[in-house]
Structures are given as structure tokens and as C-alpha cells.
């Protein structure tokens, strides 16, 4: 698990297809290392990876297929900034919110601009994912935990401060970046408690209007 607090910006080092997928290498610049274990988890970019090699100054990690399929992860190359969050330890200051580093989907920048000292930025997200989505709730945004300001529709905005534009990835955002997203995991789970048993069927993937409105919840 991760805040979304991110503690350095990393650099890839080397991309390694390996038996068809991928070995990641990562420079993690001002990250320390000296606590870090092989098979510890880091978030890069808000991907939860494996150590499994380990250096003074920097880490690599094996990536899926599957990672690669869901991830901008696929997108990097030699040279890419990345954010980089250790996992968290119990006694570690929960400044954002709960991660796990699972991303959901890839959202894309349509919009940003300067107001007073901050950004603002705002991302569409897939459709499938904008049900998860609230005013006021937590986003994980390239593994940064961020307070989604407003949202229409499938498009949600964020307010970048000053901090997390100099400390974080997010200072190079242009239109049309894609990004990693990590929805609120609560939401995941409260979705599917309120199937009850028909979270057992196949198919049963979303709550619709008509299942709420057949369980009393809408008139």
C-alpha cells in the first residue's frame, strides 16, 4: 500500500524486453535506498512493482503484459521522469490516501492552465471509470494523490499547488498526455458489496439504474 505522497522523481534508466515482456531499470535520484529490500514494493508512477534487482542508486522491476496493456508504463523510455513512492510502514504518516498501486485505466490531460500560484488541470477518463469518480473525493493521478475538484461527466479537474508541481511528474503534463489512474479503492468495493449475491453471476460488473431502483434505492 501508498499515500500518493510522492518522495522523489526517478528517471527510467533502461528498458529490457525480457521473454516478452519487460525489465524496467530505474534511477531513483533523491529516493533512499539504503532500507529498501529485494522483493520490496515501490510505485512508479503509480504502478506497484517488484524489486528485483537492486543498486546504490537505483532498482529494477519486472512488468506484465498485463501492466503494460493498462499502464503508461508501455509508453516510457530511457530518459522518462517518473514519480516514486516507497510502500508505506505502519508507522508511516497517512498524508494522502489509501493506494495500492493497482492502476485502473489510463485518463488523458484535455485541459491546463495557470491560476494565482497553482494548476488546474483537467483528465477524461474511460467511461467505465467515471462512475468512481466524486467532487471532493481522492484520485490517484500518476501515483499522486490528489482532491478531485469537479467533474462533467467522464472529465474530472484537479488543483495542482505549487509543491506538487515542482516534486512530481505532473509539471510535464501537456494535452494529450495520458496518465495512470487509480480510483478511490473504497468505491471498487462498496460497488461490489451492494451487488450481494449477485456478484456471483457472470456479467455482473456494474450497478445500473435499474438494479438501484429494483433494490428500493430509486423511486
Known sequence: MFTGIIQAV????ALRPTGGDLRLEIATGSLPMAD?????SIAVNGVCLTAV?????GF?????????SCTSLKIVKPGSPVNLEKALLPTTRLGGHLVSGHVDGL???VERYEEARSWRLKMRVPDELARYIAPKGSICVDGVSLTVNDVEGAIFGVNIVPHTWEQTVIAHYQVGTPVNIEVDVIARYLERLLLGDRAAQSGATAIT???LAEHGFLK
Open 10 to 13: 526517478g528517471e527510467v534508466r
Open 36 to 40: 529498501v529490500q529485494l522483493g520490496d
Open 53 to 57: 534487482a537492486l543498486s546504490a542508486d
Open 60 to 68: 529494477a522491476a519486472d512488468v506484465s503484459r498485463e501492466t503494460l
Open 107 to 109: 485518463a488523458e490531460v
Open 209 to 211: 439504474p435499474a438494479f
